[in-house]
């Protein structure tokens, strides 16, 4: 068993909305991310699931629970202790077009964190995590502005500035959903890679085709929990939780003979400031029973090894 | 016959520095009643451009030539006069984030309202009423005209940006990324509904978008278009399991899948600038399968089967 | 499975250092007014800055009778003292333009700092700076510049305090509503997880991105200082060692010159102060039209897209 990295346990992140009201957007969240692994954090828009990677990364801060890096916890810590742990935690953000300072030619944009951090030997790093992400020969790119390069090669760009200090964990938050389809597979392939040479990877998607093509496990966010988490195969072949099953039977198929039975929710994800009683998810549940609006399921065993969901049903 | 058919559609942009931006260069296609039909292809490759000509929502700064049939009647030739007749009224189009588009201070109600009175179809009380009348039909209740945009959730702008679309009975409906910004579960509950209008109006659909797996689903053929061109066109099970053109073999390849069953495989490069002559094949340095011929022209339009033809040199030899 | 992209295809030529070239070449020729602008501009600095040289006469030198008409030795005649009028036009450029610069450089530090600081960090800084601004903003200018100039006394640096205190507040506002977009953005972010100090995010991403904007409105309020330098003059609250534009007309004003008839003591300073921020409102509008694209109202043209004949099949490869 390898290392685990990154340790989120019962993270709690709530802010004020107005005077009165408490929003959870991050409400009881627990999970890990061993070196070498590669896990996608998959939910709807407001699920929580951006949230939960930046309180990660310290830029939210958390209302409660802990988050530890390696043995070291990381929840309260100030800036200059979190600065060794910035080092190994990178995150690369979803729009390569925003993403890059547009003043900077490329080698200044993978050369500032080596700044920030004050490690010398910047021309070989620059170089080094330049080839690392796919941008070779590093020549070619370094006198660039990002204006003058594609959005897939821009986002390669961005992972080189995360590699630069050679982490050991990645924080991908929705890394290809700006790109062209012809590009993802590369970029994805990039983290896979990346991964199989140790670095661990929590991928943030709304995109479950993604996610089951590439990650190790998947957790399944909804209004702020996660309801199911698992081996990628078992959670998109075999999934528990009603909402999983939903979300897994919407998703199109390229092959058109493939024929889906989707199974559409009405109605839209109710607002994180009114979660319902009971299991947030049972006002759309199609197999809901009295006991649901009362029950607040926890996540247990359910299918296979290591496959958890949070359903009283299962 | 079609209900729309585009012959030779060509499009053109002046840039500053007398440049010119060839973004169509002469498509064709033909549209049924009821039928859905998809126009796929990278970002750049001219399918909103060519959407817009059928609009006649080009910019002063463009250029067309072409014919586009409307039951027929070629509504290009006379440009903006003769298309302007049928804009909204035969040919309407939702816009990509139409439904972030609204008016924020006017209710949904008043901004649908608005086309149906300019068109003069019906005026106060009975343009109320038939403003209720389109809202049902997208699946809003009709009570919730008088609501502002900000109390729609992001689905319910989107389905009202339809029910705008439809306000004077169009024949065609062209839907630009019409689910890019939404979460699945709504995008699945508008794709529910673009096919269940064009099911009971008879609603031709055209639905651009750069996402293969939904037009495999929702549309019965699909247009591939790259550089400007269509390079395939057929129907959706015949583009993904007898492709004609390498473009789109590699981009159902490029399109992972949710059982994960085959390898994804990306792409390489980027499409070509269109502000500069191409000669050959435009995709050529990113094929997998380019020939000697690929460089010295454009290949001819092939028909493999009745409906199903792509433009390539190498898979008509195979 | 091959995941890189072949970059050859797709990276355009490198033409840098010729398209700042041709970017300016085009700025230049879509806006002529700002051509026009820094052309009087440059004559009035070429004058400020030689002046001394320039003058036909001394600042101070009685050469005639009070209120001399215009002849070929005075072609702007002579002011109350028998001074040559064209002379004190020429001395008087140098002080209309220090002050106007010095000032707009005031108010841009201040209203530029506060605007960044409130900005950037925003939350309880913001509100209470922007509470601040607001308190000057309300402040009549008129009364300000009275109080201050009875306080302070009447001397050329306090003008240029006045001139900073009254117009910081529009930069700050401006500013602010800036740093506030720009702190939204990706890359700032990235900067802040990877550990940036708040400083180097600042001078590094915040002040670039917002340096253009800054720069234009600091020229137009060049023009706003010099109409302030010519209005607190003329209250006579000017520093009364130096001749300045405005100082030259409240003098012909307070010395009677209407009743003498003697037109040519008002009329051409009113016109130097006239072109000059005429000069800066043309440069200034040009700049801030070219970093706001949106204020272009092109696609609102009624014009439509033109039809052409099919291309030749032939000459189509």
Known sequence: MSETLLTIEDLVVQYRQGRKKVVKAVDGVSLTVAAGEFVALVGESGCGKTTTAQTAMRMVPATSGTIRYRDRDITNATQSEMRPIRRELQIIFQDPYESLDPRFRVKDIVAEPLEIHGLDNRDERVRAAMERAGLTPADLYLERYPHELSGGQRQRVSIAAALALEPTMLLADEPVSMLDVSVRAGILGLLNDLRTSGLGILMITHDLSTAAHFADRICVMYLGRIVEEGPAHEVIRNPQHPYTKALVSVVPQPDPEQSMQPEILQGETPNPADVPTGCRFHPRCPVATAACSSEDPPLRPAGSDGHRAACILV | MSVLAVEDLHVWFELPDDKELHAVQGISFGLERGERMGLVGESGCGKTTAILAMMGLLPPNASAAGRILLDGEDILAGGDATMRPHRWNDIAMVFQGAMNAFDPVKTIGSQIQEPIETAGLAKGKAARARTAELLELVGISGERQDRFPHEFSGGMRQRAAIAMALACQPKVLLADEPTTALDVMVQAQILELLVRLTDELGLALIMVTHDLPLVSQICQRAAVMYAGHITELGTTTELYHRPLHPYTRMLFGATPDLLAQREVTSIPGAPPRLDQEITGCPFRPRCDSAIDACALSYPPTRTAEPGHSGACFVEAHA | MSFVDPPQAALPDVVRPSSRVRATLSFLRHHPQAVVGAIILLAFVFIAIFGPYLAPYGEREQVGPLFGTPSSAHPLGLDDGGIDMLSLLIYGARVTLIVGFAGAVVAMLVGGTIGIVAGYFGGKIDNALMRMTDYFLVIPDLVLMIVIASIWGRSLRNIILIIGL?????????????????????????????????????????????????????????????????????????????????????????????????????????IAVALVIMAFNMLGTAVEDSLNPRLKVSHLSRRHFRLRPLPDKEGRS
């Open chain 3, 166 to 270: 009254i117009y910081w507040t529009f930069m700050a506002r401006l500013i602010r509503s800036q740093v506030k977009v720009v702190r939204e953005r990706a890359y700032v972010k990235r900067a802040q997880a990877l550990g940036a100090s708040h400083l180097r995010i600042i001078f590094k991403h915040v002040i670039p991105q917002i340096m253009p904007l800054l720069l234009a409105q600091t020229v137009l309020m060049v023009a706003l200082a010099i109409f302030l330098e010519t209005a607190i003059s003329f209250l006579g609250l000017g520093d009364p060692s130096v001749t300045s534009w405005g100082k030259m007309i409240e003098n012909a004003f307070s010395r009677s010159a209407i009743s003498y008839g003697a037109w040519w003591a008002i009329v051409p300073p009113g």
